[in-house]
């Protein structure tokens, strides 16, 4: 594109970005967050620049220190973001939390990595499956809510254990 990627996303996400560099396989870049968390990146980086969006995170070290890594731009009545590589999974987890937070979006339910939840609604019902994918029992909080297991007819608490591949509707 003339002018530069993101091409016609520039407004809405406040940035140009001037170069990508692909990494090696065992090659990680770090990146601070304004708060101060150190964290990875892989397989890419992308040297933005900023035009209007604020920077969240930049790079340490290197050809792209101090550069940005990961960006916010209001843009019209809403929020976009850009992240400048592949973080860490815990570091993309803290940023996707935040962002869900600050848009009134929670979890379904509050469980470990390998439980799975899923809403599915009609006009009329609602049914929430929850799924252990793991070989370990896994305590489920459903955030203050109740139901009947429809597999079992079973009353279901608002807290539960889920035993090992099992499965709650």
Do not use: M
Not at 17 to 25: A, G, K, R, Y
Not at 86 to 95: I, Q
């Amino acid at each position: 594109w003339a002018g530069g990627y993101p091409a016609l996303l520039q407004d809405v996400l406040g940035l140009k970005v001037e170069e990508w560099q692909p990494l090696l396989p065992d090659q990680e870049v770090q990146f601070l967050a304004a708060a101060g968390a150190a964290s990875t990146g892989q397989h890419w980086v992308d040297l933005l620049h900023p035009l209007a969006a604020e920077v969240l995170a930049r790079y340490c070290g290197g050809f792209i220190d101090g550069r940005a890594a990961i960006t916010h731009n209001a843009f019209g009545s809403g929020h976009a973001y850009y992240v400048g590589t592949r973080p860490d999974a815990a570091s993309l987890r803290e940023l996707l939390g935040r962002v869900c937070a600050e848009q009134s979006v929670y979890p379904l339910v509050v469980a470990p990595q390998g439980v799975e939840a899923s809403l599915r609604a009609d006009a009329s019902h609602q049914y929430l499956f929850v799924i252990n994918h793991t070989d370990e029992q896994q305590s489920i909080s459903l955030r203050g809510r109740s139901g009947v297991d429809q597999i079992s007819a079973a009353n279901v608490p608002h807290q539960f254990s889920l035993e090992p591949f099992g499965v709650r509707v």
